[in-house]
């Protein structure tokens, strides 16, 4: 399986921007990047997802590296509800077989 | 729209007994995955369904197995529970899951606990 690597936590003050990195070295070329987060208590929650050019939508932006081998997803203000676990993951072939990796712990400081 | 529904929310159980966990996918999505989280193991892809049949599964052992109605609901059983089955159940839901830019939504999961 496609692998990715994150830091397995990130500090960061409330109001400002966070960047949350991941490595895909792996990846190829039909491989899409996606970006979960998991709120304490609840299932995963879709954050976005990019191919080759960086995406914004209202929750985050995403930042794809030329080379596809490492993105970073951006989270312009945090709030103290961002404070979750974020999971990079590639969709390497059809079918919702995710691996899910040990994701980065944001905590978020008032 | 409705989120993904899962039911119970709780669950208590003791070893060896079998339980049944409810999942309603959001209206119009046919393919329904489940996942195992555990503190130890993380997040664990258990099988998809669509169309009522299992399309791909994961590395557990026969005990775990799962179904999928017409309408798309699905349920997944666990037979013979061991301690180390205790976990948060987690079911997904997509259109087709077909396509590697297709999004999941979660539903909240159904925590188990084996005494």
């Known amino acids: 399986d496609a692998k990715t690597t994150q830091p397995n936590s990130m500090e960061s003050n409330e109001e400002e921007p966070v960047h949350l990195p991941c490595n895909h070295s792996t990846i190829s070329g039909t491989d899409y990047i996606h970006w979960y987060r998991q709120l304490p208590s609840q299932g995963p929650e879709y954050v976005i997802h990019?191919?080759?050019s960086n995406v914004n939508n209202r929750m985050a932006s995403l930042a794809i590296a030329e080379d596809r081998k490492s993105s970073t997803l951006i989270l312009h203000r945090a709030t103290l509800r961002d404070a979750a676990v974020y999971y990079c993951i590639l969709r390497v072939n059809a079918g919702n077989m995710l691996t899910f990796g040990g994701g980065t712990r944001l905590m978020v400081k008032p | 729209k409705a989120g993904v529904t899962q039911t119970p929310r709780y669950l208590i159980k003791t070893r060896g007994q079998q339980v049944t966990l409810s999942c309603s996918p959001i209206?119009?999505?046919?393919?329904v995955s489940w996942y195992q989280q555990t503190p130890g193991q993380g997040l664990q892809f258990l099988f998809e369904y669509f169309s009522e049949t299992q399309r791909n599964k994961g590395n557990f052992p026969g005990r775990f197995s799962g179904r999928q109605f017409s309408n798309s609901r699905s349920e997944m059983n666990v037979s013979t529970l061991e301690l180390g089955d205790s976990a948060l159940y987690l079911c997904?839901?997509?259109?087709?899951?077909?396509?590697?830019?297709?999004?999941?939504?979660f539903g909240s999961g159904t925590q188990l606990s084996v005494l």
């Open positions: 990019g191919l080759t």
């Open positions: 997904a839901s997509s259109l087709e899951g077909r396509r590697t830019n297709e999004k999941l939504f």
């Open positions: 209206s119009g999505h046919r393919s």
